[in-house]
């Protein structure tokens, strides 16, 4: 459980750093700009020099079915937090679905390795508690970048935590995994996420404002899984909306 409270440890220490923003921001949505911009520049060294190498590597020598394969079984070691959520949205539809996958990718995909239930035609789902949350009207709060963990906001930080308790690696010394295979597979998938990444290195270097690209790329990706690629309208076009109810009036006249 060391593992756990240490990642405990950083979500709480930046939801407290969240008080302090004194700096004017470019975005409403992002009051503390001045410090995300210096955390963000901290990762960027962080990964250039440590984590983007290894995935160099990790991608030239990897053969393209076994990293296919390691794809497949984190997401599945992870997919009892999509089941859960499903069922705290009440998506009983989805719910049973991924049930399915879930059991059918563990005991005949080889513990997750092959991926039969999208070719049984079960589709695979992305939920969260962070999802979980805007689904039930919460917020998403200030834009918040975290050391070493990336963009993300009050909400979903909020959401990290809870989502800690349907994660395998809170469960791992229970079930006599000794720590430090837990830290090798957390560092596994790091890596193995990070190389899945690196097509889009190029596109992000030629952004004028990086920092900007990547909170707005993040903010309209939740919005969008918050609302199940469906988003309200008005959070696209409300000044416009605006726009045309003052107009109303004038046409009366």
């Known amino acids: 459980m060391r593992g756990a409270r240490r990642h405990l440890a950083i979500l709480l220490a930046a939801l407290a750093l969240a008080g302090c923003a004194h700096t004017p921001p470019d975005d409403p949505s992002d009051p503390m700009e001045g410090w995300n911009r210096g955390v963000y520049k901290f990762n960027k060294v962080a990964d250039k020099y440590v984590l983007r190498p290894v995935a160099e590597g990790y991608d030239k020598v990897t053969p393209a079915p076994v990293k296919t394969g390691i794809g497949n079984f984190f997401s ?4 009892p937090t999509v089941i859960v959520n499903d069922l705290l949205q009440l998506k009983l539809k989805q719910f049973g679905s991924d049930v399915l996958r879930f059991t ?108 900007a690209f990547v909170r707005s790329l993040y ?35």
Request: proline residues 5%; glycine residues 12%.
């Open 219 to 253: 903010l309209q990706n939740r919005l969008n899984k918050v609302h199940d690629g469906n988003p309200p309208k008005e959070e696209f076009d409300f000044g416009e909306e605006e726009e045309q109810a003052g107009a109303e009036p004038a046409a009366e006249d």
């Open 104 to 211: 059918f990718n563990t005991l005949v995909g080889l513990g997750g390795f092959v991926d039969v239930s999208t070719r049984a035609g079960l589709v695979a789902h992305d939920e969260d508690f962070g999802q979980t949350l805007g689904y039930w009207g919460v917020g998403p709060g200030w834009y918040v970048m975290l050391p070493l963990l990336g963009p993300s906001n009050n909400r979903d930080l909020v959401g990290k935590v809870g989502d800690w308790h349907t994660s395998p690696w809170t469960y791992a010394d229970d079930a006599g995994v000794e720590e430090h295979w837990s830290w090798a597979a957390g560092a596994l998938q790091a890596v193995h996420d990070r190389s899945n990444l690196l097509g889009a290195d190029a596109m992000l270097e030629q952004q004028l404002d990086e920092y």
């Open 76 to 79: 599945n070691l992870f997919y």
